[in-house]
């Protein structure tokens, strides 16, 4: 009997999975650059915030709220006591002055968490305490400053109206008000009035966790002996761990890695698990061992390009990992990293935590010397402001325009932003600034 053929099956179709993108970056502007502003737009761009969690309060300070939170108590509680001394009827003490004092019996005490022990009568006193609620009957209380202190009998030496040195019920917030709203940045005033309205946990975005990578064999941990004249200290790995921290992320400083491309491959392949962004210095320029460039395309989609200012030039971004996690790769410069954190970075990572505005206020501070800039690019410059006695505030320069000039940047606490067209500021002149020490 002939072998029946079996019937072959076809062959599933496995559909490629499609390999993920970049959108379609700006165009680049007259020299091939692209302009700041473009670059930082098409990074914000590609980011979602991050989805809200349930936080306790005091882990909240500086986050963004994700809900109103609504008052389930009035503040004040209860009608109570604004100063040590007796809940009295106001009409009782009307006219007590020095000359003509007026005496009434002490019937009672009330203390701060304890109910009055009964109704004031007319023509009594009860000792109260700061915060104490108001005994039923009484509506004025004198501090013991106006009176004799007395314990059986208190003699009141002022006279008192309805509601003196009385807090009301409701009178800052009321049961039921929306005291904070979604969107809101919380601060220690705000967790104070959480915790005053009985709320312990928030809906919030959290903080960005922003892993921090520095390249380059030249590279030495501050704290270890240089071995030889070529190597430098790695300083920023440390910056920017700083600066993501003071705009509210937690920070994960991985620290250096040599120009290995494996290395680096496995490092950042690594450290995916506990990043929301990753930022990462050096190799993104033409040198030959300019890893960065070379071996994140591995990982995700990359988009390098070079950015109309200085310094920060050359700049790095992609979406790597499973998780199409963002990474940001600056220049190895430390101030070329440093401006490229201040034009990227902390708008990426205000967006991450939803909160806004996402790019810092620019402000106009008057330039107290002249100058010079060279035109095509934005030019970062590092200045000093100070303030007169009239309040008005000048902005000078803070060190030389050199992207290695750390020093100079250390003693600044802004940045100059001098545009594309400019090549010449006069003493005087208004000039764009970005302040550093502000939170804004
Ligand atoms: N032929 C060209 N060369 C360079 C160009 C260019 O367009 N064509 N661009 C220059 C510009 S602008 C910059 S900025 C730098 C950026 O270079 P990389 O990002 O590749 O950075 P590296 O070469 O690795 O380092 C540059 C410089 O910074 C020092 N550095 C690096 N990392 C650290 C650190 N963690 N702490 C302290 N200092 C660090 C490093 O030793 C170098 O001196 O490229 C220009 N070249
Ligand atoms: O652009 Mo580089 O960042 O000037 O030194």
Redesign the pocket.
Known sequence: MPLLRRKRKPEPVVEEPEAPKLPDPPEPGAGGLRAMADHRAYLLSCIEPLPPFGQQILDSVGLSLCEDVVAGVSMPRFDNSAMDGYAVRAADVQNATEQTPVSLPVVGEVQAGSPAPHTLSPGTAMKIMTGAALPEGADAIVPYEATDRGAEDVRINEPSINGQHVRRVGEDVNEGDTVLRAGDRLTSRSIGLLAAIGVDQVMVRPRPRVVVV???S??VEPGLALQNDQQ??????YMLAAAAKAAGAQVFRVG?VP?DPAQLKQVISDQLVRADLILT???????D??I?KQVLPELGPCDFS?VAM?????QGFGLIGEDQTPIIM?????V??FVSFEAFVRPVLRKLAGVEPFVRPTVRLTAARAITSVPGKLQFARGVVRTDDQGHRTVDLAGGHG??LLGGLSLSDALLLIDEETDFVAAGDEIDCWLLGEDN
């Not at 430098?232 to 790995?237: G, V």
């Not at 600056?330 to 430390?334: A, S």
């Open positions: 520095s390249t380059g030249e590279l430098i200290y790695d300083s920023n790995s250096r120009d210095t050096g190799g993104v320029s033409q040198g061992y300019d960065v070079g200085q310094p920060g030039k050359p600056m220049p190895g410069n430390p070329s990293a992207s290695h």
